[in-house]
């Protein structure tokens, strides 16, 4: 009898619907028989165990009759008992088997490597085999003498005339570390030594006139820490400074306006210049824009002003406060000025 089978295409569709309706039955079929052996009862009194507790069916099957209180705890602790010695054991067999199961895949495993070994250094192992023999002959011969220790092969290391500095090696980087980190604390000591260094810092009070003076403090001061050194010495002189703060004062050296948290030290290792003069020299013979050339390079520099920060901001518009500019440490000045233009 003739059938229309239609186009290919269709021809191929319906075999995969096919094939995946198979696929689902057998699925199906799969799960029905997981459920069953699930549901599966072996015995007529364990039939209703499902719903019941295991040890009060356990305690309900072992007790006939009237009991007293104390019969029935002690039964009950012995079937608890019972019931925990039960699981313990199956843990433990369970246990037991996966640790079977592992020793059992580690055992294939080294057979693996065995035969992958004894594919590739035969010969090794034969030359091995072969001074086993010898040496087990020789102890044979010489059994009264005492026995020699047993055959070591020899330990496979780097060729020592062969340059290796540029591969890694673990001791090479300890002692790198060890010569970095006590190189490291040795610089630490002599900056901190360097910075409990005592010097004279010589500076002028200014309130449109230079009132000099001088103070005794150590390099890792601050410039904050300082104009409080200031304030201090410096109260009972002047009376517009009896309720001032040090927030409120500025620090001026060689035309640059320092920040507060800037320490002297930090000045003094950096070798830090200004616009008219090095920073990081703190005493004053005489103005060098009056004795010399200002712009030659020179020790010799300005005594620092400290001033108040609101007659700055009156007078900034006024020479010399006009040449003012707070110190940025990223810029350079190439020359030394005295006026605003550089020659």
Same mark, same amino acid.
């Given at each position: 009898?003739?059938?229309?089978?239609?186009?290919?295409? =269709?021809?191929?569709? +319906?075999?995969?619907?096919?094939? %995946?309706?198979? @696929?689902?039955?057998? $699925? #199906? *079929?799969?799960? /029905?028989?997981?459920?069953?052996?699930?549901?599966?009862?072996?015995?007529?009194?364990?039939?209703?165990?499902?719903?019941?507790?295991?040890?009060?069916?356990?305690?309900?099957?072992?007790?006939?009759?009237?009991?007293?209180?104390?019969?029935?705890?002690?039964?009950?602790?012995?079937?608890?008992?019972?019931? =925990?010695?039960?699981? +313990?054991?199956?843990?433990?067999? %369970?246990?037991? @088997?996966?640790?079977? $199961? #592992? *020793?059992?895949? /580690?055992?294939?495993?080294?057979?693996?490597?065995?035969?992958?070994?004894?594919?590739?250094?035969?010969?090794?192992?034969?030359?091995?085999?072969?001074?086993?023999?010898?040496?087990?002959?020789?102890?044979?011969?010489?059994?009264?003498?005492?026995?020699?220790?047993?055959?070591?092969?020899?330990?496979?290391?780097?060729?020592?005339?062969?340059?290796?500095?540029?591969?890694?090696?673990?001791?090479?980087?300890? $002692?790198?570390?060890?010569? /970095?980190?006590?190189?490291?604390?040795?610089?630490?000591?002599?900056?901190?030594?360097?910075?409990?260094?005592?010097?004279?810092?010589?500076?002028?009070?200014?309130?449109?006139?230079?009132?000099?003076?001088?103070?005794?403090?150590?390099?890792?001061?601050?410039?904050?820490?300082?104009?409080?050194?200031?304030?201090?010495?410096?109260?009972?002189?002047?009376?517009?400074?009896?309720?001032?703060?040090?927030?409120?004062?500025?620090?001026?050296?060689?035309?640059?306006?320092?920040?507060?948290?800037?320490?002297?030290?930090?000045?003094?290792?950096?070798?830090?210049?200004?616009?008219?003069?090095?920073?990081?020299?703190?005493?004053?013979?005489?103005?060098?824009?009056?004795?010399?050339?200002?712009?030659?390079?020179?020790?010799?520099?300005?005594?620092?002003?400290?001033?108040?920060?609101?007659?700055?901001?009156?007078?900034?518009?006024?020479?010399?406060?006009?040449?003012?500019?707070?110190?940025?440490?990223?810029?350079?000045?190439?020359?030394?000025?005295?006026?605003?233009?550089?020659?």
């Amino acid at each position: 009898m003739a059938q229309y089978k239609g186009a290919a295409s =269709e021809g191929s569709r +319906a075999m995969q619907l096919m094939k %995946k309706r198979e @696929k689902e039955a057998q $699925e #199906l *079929e799969f799960r /029905r028989k997981k459920i069953e052996d699930d549901l599966k009862i072996d015995k007529m009194e364990n039939k209703f165990a499902v719903h019941y507790d295991a040890i009060e069916a356990q305690l309900k099957s072992s007790t006939i009759g009237l009991v007293t209180l104390d019969e029935m705890r002690a039964k009950q602790d012995t079937v608890i008992k019972e019931r =925990e010695k039960k699981i +313990a054991q199956r843990k433990a067999e %369970k246990e037991q @088997k996966k640790q079977e $199961e #592992l *020793e059992a895949k /580690r055992a294939q495993k080294e057979l693996q490597m065995k035969q992958i070994r004894a594919l590739s250094f035969l010969s090794n192992e034969a030359e091995d085999e072969d001074a086993e023999e010898t040496y087990s002959d020789t102890d044979t011969d010489h059994g009264d003498e005492k026995s020699c220790p047993p055959f070591k092969k020899a330990k496979i290391g780097k060729n020592p005339d062969v340059d290796t500095s540029f591969l890694p090696d673990r001791e090479r980087e300890e $002692e790198e570390n060890h010569l /970095r980190e006590i190189l490291r604390q040795e610089w630490v000591t002599a900056q901190e030594a360097l910075k409990n260094e005592e010097m004279e810092v010589t500076y002028s009070y200014w309130d449109g006139s230079g009132h000099r003076r001088t103070l005794k403090i150590n390099k890792g001061t601050t410039i904050y820490q300082f104009l409080q050194r200031c304030l201090e010495s410096l109260r009972n002189e002047f009376g517009e400074l009896r309720t001032v703060t040090a927030d409120q004062l500025m620090y001026v050296k060689e035309d640059l306006i320092l920040p507060q948290h800037y320490s002297f030290y930090d000045l003094i290792v950096t070798k830090a210049r200004g616009k008219s003069g090095p920073l990081f020299a703190f005493t004053a013979r005489d103005d060098i824009r009056i004795t010399s050339d200002a712009s030659r390079e020179k020790e010799d520099s300005h005594a620092g002003k400290v001033l108040l920060r609101n007659w700055y901001e009156r007078n900034k518009h006024i020479f010399p406060a006009s040449r003012w500019e707070p110190y940025d440490p990223n810029k350079t000045y190439s020359k030394y000025t005295v006026s605003d233009k550089v020659k």
